[in-house]
């Protein structure tokens, strides 16, 4: 057991690590906006009166829930072209891990929605507020609030598991590293690297979200209180 | 003393260092005689060929071996008009089979490299066996200068994308983790072109795709050569007329076409 580390070899390659860093990010911003507006959209559905869209979506929220995401990744890069759907790689990715994070979203807003006083949704009754403005202003907002821990966790949980896409050759974070360990054959150093990157990146990511979340929910939740 | 050795036992020990060296002249003296005469004599040609490593070598259907290389030894003993035997090897063991005398060839899919011509003769060529980008036809590329702005599909640290990725600095090249996310982005039109073996190729064409590897341009040539042991000038000679005739009246282009599913490279 003597390895001798060598980091060295690995700066020739620091663009790549940074471009590939810089490529999980923005997957991950892509993803996060477009996946928690689909979760605000199916909980909304499950809102609805009519039963038909309320199974579609808990249909969706089952299948998504209990696949892997590679396999859901790999069904949206080499499946669809098979239906004509041709859709680039980076397309795929967001699109992947949007409907990745869209049906534990639903789920996770889901359960913040029924945490909300019944009495609640009487008061709004009682103003004679629709169910749109029930939901939009009364529901969500409160749900929001409670939920907003496990939706973060949600959103770094999405970023790390996002490097799988290196699997259908999008350029990111783990691509640049499988791409460095086949040239200098510094796997241990690579991959060590680029461990350090994603742990920073999700504590970075994490304290983002706290910070916003702490800005965007406090006056709302002592207001509620 | 009890160490000292008697006279009868030193002329043992003298007896014994002696028959060291004439056992080894013997050994010699069998190895040179002519292999090709003692094929002929035990009316059999004894050939190394690959179990499981189709196109070249496999077990078929009916249990039987079957490949380019299984058709490469029959041509061989038909030419010599002997029965044929073959010796399943891996490619770890092909040639010490060969140096042991277990085979007088080894037609399993072998390279020429420099350490291997220290302990072995090579034939000549006689099945290709390149890295190139393949595509549909609809798509010309002529060379890596024709790739600009394409999309190529290759493996990730495999031979053939280390060395694009050298030859075509401005080709779109996407890397798959193994070989099988490389044909499906190929197959399913995700990269327009596909860097890889021949036998990869012919291994995609087998199955009548939608989109067909056609042969663009060779990437790095190393074909396939008859090995022998050293010091086999008849048999050298032998394989060699056997391998340029099979080229000539078109025996190789049939196995090509039919194992490979495309024809002889020009080169070859």
């Given at each position: 057991?003597?390895?001798?580390?060598?980091?060295?070899?690995?700066?020739?390659?620091?663009?790549?690590?940074?471009?590939?860093?810089?490529?999980?990010?923005?997957?991950?911003?892509?993803?996060?906006?477009?996946?928690?507006?689909?979760?605000?959209?199916?909980?909304?559905?499950?809102?609805?009166?009519?039963?038909?869209?309320?199974?579609?979506?808990?249909?969706?929220?089952?299948?998504?829930?209990?696949?892997?995401?590679?396999?859901?990744?790999?069904?949206?890069?080499?499946?669809?072209?098979?239906?004509?759907?041709?859709?680039?790689?980076?397309?795929?990715?967001?699109?992947?891990?949007?409907?990745?994070?869209?049906?534990?979203?639903?789920?996770?807003?889901?359960?913040?929605?029924?945490?909300?006083?019944?009495?609640?949704?009487?008061?709004?009754?009682?103003?004679?507020?629709?169910?749109?403005?029930?939901?939009?202003?009364?529901?969500?907002?409160?749900?929001?609030?409670?939920?907003?821990?496990?939706?973060?966790?949600?959103?770094?949980?999405?970023?790390?598991?996002?490097?799988?896409?290196?699997?259908?050759?999008?350029?990111?974070?783990?691509?640049?590293?499988?791409?460095?360990?086949?040239?200098?054959?510094?796997?241990?150093?690579?991959?060590?690297?680029?461990?350090?990157?994603?742990?920073?990146?999700?504590?970075?990511?994490?304290?983002?979200?706290?910070?916003?979340?702490?800005?965007?929910?406090?006056?709302?939740?002592?207001?509620?209180? | 003393?009890?160490?000292?050795?008697?006279?009868?036992?030193?002329?043992?020990?003298?007896?014994?260092?002696?028959?060291?060296?004439?056992?080894?002249?013997?050994?010699?003296?069998?190895?040179?005689?002519?292999?090709?005469?003692?094929?002929?004599?035990?009316?059999?040609?004894r050939v190394a060929v690959p179990e499981d490593y189709?196109?070249f070598g496999?077990?078929?259907?009916?249990?039987?071996p079957?490949?380019?290389d299984?058709?490469?030894a029959?041509?061989?003993?038909?030419?010599?008009?002997?029965?044929?035997?073959l010796v399943p090897v891996n490619s770890a063991n092909r040639i010490p089979y060969l140096?042991t005398?277990k085979v007088?060839l080894v037609i399993s899919s072998l390279?020429?490299?420099?350490?291997?011509?220290?302990?072995?003769?090579?034939?000549?060529?006689?099945?290709?066996?390149?890295?190139?980008?393949?595509?549909?036809?609809?798509?010309?590329?002529?060379?890596?200068?024709?790739?600009?702005?394409?999309?190529?599909?290759?493996?990730?640290?495999?031979?053939?994308?280390?060395?694009?990725?050298?030859?075509?600095?401005?080709?779109?090249?996407?890397?798959?983790?193994?070989?099988?996310?490389?044909?499906?982005?190929?197959?399913?039109?995700?990269?327009?072109?596909?860097?890889?073996?021949?036998?990869?190729?012919?291994?995609?064409?087998?199955?009548?795709?939608?989109?067909?590897?056609?042969?663009?341009?060779?990437?790095?040539?190393?074909?396939?050569?008859?090995g022998?042991?050293?010091?086999?000038?008849?048999?050298?000679?032998?394989?060699?007329?056997?391998?340029?005739?099979?080229?000539?009246?078109?025996?190789?282009?049939?196995?090509?076409?039919?194992?490979?599913?495309?024809?002889?490279?020009?080169?070859?």
């Amino acid at each position: 057991m003597s390895y001798q580390l060598q980091f060295g070899d690995l700066a020739a390659y620091a663009g790549m690590f940074a471009s590939g860093a810089a490529v999980t990010l923005a997957l991950t911003a892509a993803s996060t906006l477009l996946g928690i507006s689909l979760g605000i959209a199916g909980a909304a559905v499950y809102q609805s009166r009519h039963a038909g869209p309320r199974t579609a979506v808990h249909a969706y929220v089952e299948a998504i829930r209990n696949t892997p995401f590679l396999v859901q990744l790999f069904f949206v890069f080499f499946g669809l072209p098979a239906l004509g759907v041709h859709i680039g790689e980076y397309t795929a990715a967001v699109l992947a891990m949007t409907l990745n994070l869209g049906a534990y979203s639903v789920e996770i807003l889901r359960a913040g929605i029924e945490a909300v006083p019944r009495g609640h949704r009487e008061a709004a009754a009682a103003l004679a507020m629709s169910r749109r403005e029930t939901f939009v202003h009364v529901l969500l907002p409160q749900a929001f609030a409670k939920v907003f821990p496990a939706l973060a966790s949600q959103i770094v949980i999405t970023m790390l598991g996002s490097a799988v896409v290196s699997q259908i050759s999008v350029a990111d974070l783990t691509y640049a590293a499988s791409y460095v360990q086949s040239r200098n054959f510094r796997a241990f150093e690579t991959y060590f690297l680029i461990a350090g990157i994603y742990l920073a990146m999700a504590l970075l990511l994490r304290a983002a979200l706290t910070v916003a979340g702490r800005r965007l929910f406090t006056r709302n939740m002592r207001g509620a209180r | 003393m009890e160490h000292q050795p008697n006279s009868l036992q030193r002329r043992r020990w003298l007896a014994a260092l002696l028959a060291v060296p004439a056992l080894t002249f013997f050994a010699a003296q069998a190895a040179n005689a002519d292999a090709l005469d003692a094929i002929t004599k035990r009316g059999t040609l004894r050939v190394a060929v690959p179990e499981d490593y189709p196109p070249f070598g496999a077990v078929g259907p009916d249990m039987q071996p079957q490949g380019y290389d299984i058709d490469m030894a029959a041509l061989l003993a038909k030419s010599m008009k002997v029965k044929l035997q073959l010796v399943p090897v891996n490619s770890a063991n092909r040639i010490p089979y060969l140096q042991t005398d277990k085979v007088d060839l080894v037609i399993s899919s072998l390279g020429k490299t420099p350490e291997r011509e220290k302990v072995i003769d090579f034939s000549q060529a006689y099945a290709p066996y390149f890295q190139g980008v393949f595509g549909p036809t609809d798509i010309k590329v002529g060379g890596p200068a024709d790739l600009n702005g394409k999309t190529v599909g290759a493996t990730r640290g495999a031979l053939e994308e280390i060395a694009l990725t050298n030859m075509a600095p401005n080709a779109t090249i996407r890397r798959f983790d193994d070989n099988n996310a490389t044909i499906q982005a190929f197959l399913s039109g995700q990269v327009q072109l596909i860097a890889a073996g021949n036998i990869v190729a012919a291994a995609i064409l087998a199955k009548h795709p939608p989109r067909e590897p056609e042969m663009k341009f060779v990437i790095k040539d190393s074909p396939c050569f008859v090995g022998l042991n050293k010091n086999e000038p008849q048999l050298l000679a032998r394989v060699n007329t056997t391998i340029e005739q099979a080229k000539k009246d078109g025996s190789l282009q049939a196995m090509s076409k039919k194992w490979f599913g495309q024809p002889l490279p020009a080169n070859l």
